[in-house]
Nanobody, 123 residues
Framework: QVQLAESGGGLVQPGGSLRLSCAASGRILSISFMGWYRQGPGKQRDFVATITSDGSTSYADSVKGRFTISRDNGKNTVYLQMDSLKPEDAAVYYC?????????????????WGQGTQVTVSS
């Protein structure tokens, strides 16, 4: 079982910055994919950014040039640096991690979600 611990959310003024962190722990053989998604009030959960094990990144058009995703493979941690925040960025941000865990029958895929961290952008 893989657990994700998110941190770094909070209240920030428009134009400000926040840095989210998500640390994975538990029975992990390898992590292939780490990413961030967000869900605003009354909205569906949307893709924000992802990063693969080799460092390839992908961003939603709405955050390109303002958000930066990075990861520390040694710590099984993914970060999301959010700059030039806008009111429309306000949402609950969720971390998602995928990889392999040990099981009785050999390596097994896992797909874990964090509990979410609130980001509020308001003056």
């Amino acid at each position: 079982q893989v657990q994700l611990a998110e941190s770094g959310g909070g209240l920030v003024q428009p134009g400000g910055s926040l840095r989210l962190s998500c640390a994975a722990s538990g029975r992990i053989l390898s992590i292939s994919f780490m990413g961030w998604y967000r869900q605003g009030p009354g909205k569906q959960r949307d893709f924000v950014a992802t990063i693969t094990s080799d460092g390839s990144t992908s961003y939603a058009d709405s955050v390109k040039g303002r958000f930066t995703i990075s990861r520390d493979n040694g710590k099984n941690t993914v970060y999301l640096q959010m700059d030039s925040l806008k009111p429309e960025d306000a949402a609950v941000y969720y971390c998602n991690t995928r990889g392999l865990s040990p099981s009785t029958y050999g390596p097994a895929n896992f797909n874990s979600w964090g509990q979410g961290t609130q980001v509020t952008v308001s003056s």
